[in-house]
């Protein structure tokens, strides 16, 4: 798998994608089985809209667990150490502050991989435009964002 390819998440993402998988094999699976079997014993499949859900719910649930597998296999992901000190440049698991030079509004992000993103909670991912022109930035070094329409910010602070 090339390193493009490559699952960024912290330590309390993966545990979150591990306790999903564990549920969804040991727990949704199972309910999913028992909702097929009582919509089985309702008679007639072809006009059964129980069983139809049943199935749909039973087809998201294999395809969750099975893109969670291929997520979770040994070198398809890396941990992010968001505890490192003393940092120089800003990298996947830096908390930044920065400031949009056009607004002068002032914003916190912290860098995550795809999975754990919540923009609205202040967690980026490191795919967005705005994270990869910051990647290997220094505190007061100005970016330019190559979104739609390009902007700049300045990097405040890295943690």
Do not use: C, W
Not at 42 to 55: C, F, H, T, V
Not at 90 to 103: K, M, Q
Not at 146 to 154: F, L, Q, R, S, T
């Amino acid at each position: 798998m090339s390193e493009t390819n490559v699952l960024y998440v912290t330590e309390e993402g993966l545990k979150k994608l591990q306790d999903e998988y564990d549920s969804l094999v040991h727990v949704v699976r199972e309910e999913v089985k028992a909702e097929l079997a009582e919509a089985r014993s309702q008679g007639d499949l072809s006009e059964n809209a129980d069983y139809d859900a049943a199935r749909e719910k039973q087809s998201e649930v294999e395809s969750r667990i099975a893109e969670l597998e291929n997520m979770l296999q040994a070198g398809h992901y890396e941990i992010i150490n968001t505890k490192k000190s003393g940092k120089k440049a800003v990298h996947i698991g830096s908390t930044v502050e920065l400031e949009f030079l056009d607004t002068k509004e002032k914003a916190k992000y912290t860098i995550v991989g795809s999975t754990e993103a919540d923009p609205l909670n202040g967690k980026i991912s490191n795919e967005t435009q705005l994270a990869q022109a910051m990647l290997d930035a220094r505190v007061g070094q100005e970016v330019e964002v190559n979104a739609k329409k390009p902007y700049k910010v300045v990097i405040i602070d890295i943690k």
